[in-house]
């Protein structure tokens, strides 16, 4: 344990039992994970004995995904309550601490739905790759268009959307450069954009009934109907779909200076 986090409004620390309830049943968090797997592998990246830091690992539903694929795992996250999760899912190293380490060479930096929780996503991203080890790449999730924001990005602690464009900007100034940049979860942005038009208006709920409402896993034969539209998905990943739930996003260090 190296630093404990403080900054509740970051990132809400009792979202990590919720977390646990729900990530092995919900199908959404299976398809963030086969979209990551889907993206390295479409970057060319290999996982097999590869060093991977896990910036924001949270309760480790990917990092276990990682380490089952032979990957070399360790991760971090500011708040105790999720490593604690993590624990029961992976072998990995597993630090309390902000952002990434000072020091250290990885061959593959994760950022899974982190940098849109932080003030200066930049500078976090200028962090991720000081650890990277030569030829390595930094993976990123967030997600995607202003036109979803709701209360439940409020709840989350999301300081914002991006779109491809905005991504690829945060990205260049942070020294990094895409080699693949691409939506992901396209079916479900449709019902998103009717759920949150819906939830625009002013609630007077605490923000962990807003969440405990989004997060729930759907009764099981959508649930069971979204994983399929989500495989079919994974099937055309190489298709240029202009929108998207999310993001992902494979860099590489740029050349000169960031």
Same mark, same amino acid.
């Not at 990551?36 to 539903?61: H, K, P, Q, W």
């Not at 991760?75 to 990434?100: H, I, K, N, P, Q």
């Not at 200066?120 to 202003?146: K, M, S």
């Not at 691409?182 to 939830?199: D, K, V």
């Given at each position: ?78 708040? #105790? +309550?999720?490593?604690? %999760? ?6 990995? &190293? @597993?630090?309390? /601490? !902000? =952002? ?10 994760? #950022? +899974?739905?982190?940098? %849109? ?6 500078? &976090? @991203?200028?962090? /991720? !790759? =000081? ?28 300081? !914002? ?98």
């Amino acid at each position: 344990m190296l630093e404990e986090g403080d900054a509740a409004e970051d990132y809400p620390p009792s979202v990590y039992e919720l977390l646990r309830r729900i990530e092995d049943r919900h199908f959404w968090f299976d398809a963030r994970n086969r979209a990551i797997r889907a993206a390295m592998e479409d970057a060319g990246v290999r996982l097999s004995g590869e060093g991977i830091l896990d910036i924001g690992c949270g309760t480790g539903f990917v990092l276990r995904a990682l380490e089952r694929a032979g990957a070399v795992v360790t991760g971090t996250d500011m708040y #105790l +309550a999720g490593l604690r %999760e993590a624990r029961r899912r992976t072998e990995g &190293l @597993l630090v309390c /601490a !902000r =952002g990434a380490p000072s020091a250290g060479a990885f061959g593959i930096v994760l #950022l +899974a739905d982190v940098i %849109e929780h932080v003030e200066d996503d930049r500078e &976090l @991203l200028r962090a /991720a !790759r =000081g650890v990277l080890a030569p030829g390595g790449h930094v993976v990123v999730t967030v997600p995607a268009h202003d036109l979803l924001w709701s209360d439940v990005d409020v709840a989350s602690g999301h300081k !914002r959307r991006y779109s491809q464009g905005s991504l690829a900007r945060c990205l260049a100034d942070s020294g990094l450069r895409p080699v693949l940049l691409r939506y992901f979860s396209h079916a479900s942005a449709p019902l998103l954009l009717l759920q949150r038009t819906i939830r625009r208006s002013p609630r007077s709920r605490p923000g962990e009934a807003i969440l405990d409402g989004a997060l729930a896993v759907p009764i099981a034969p959508i649930n069971a109907a979204l994983a399929l539209i989500a495989r079919a998905e994974h099937a055309i990943r190489r298709a240029p779909i202009p929108f998207g739930g999310s993001l992902v996003a494979v860099a590489v260090a740029a050349s000169g200076p960031s």
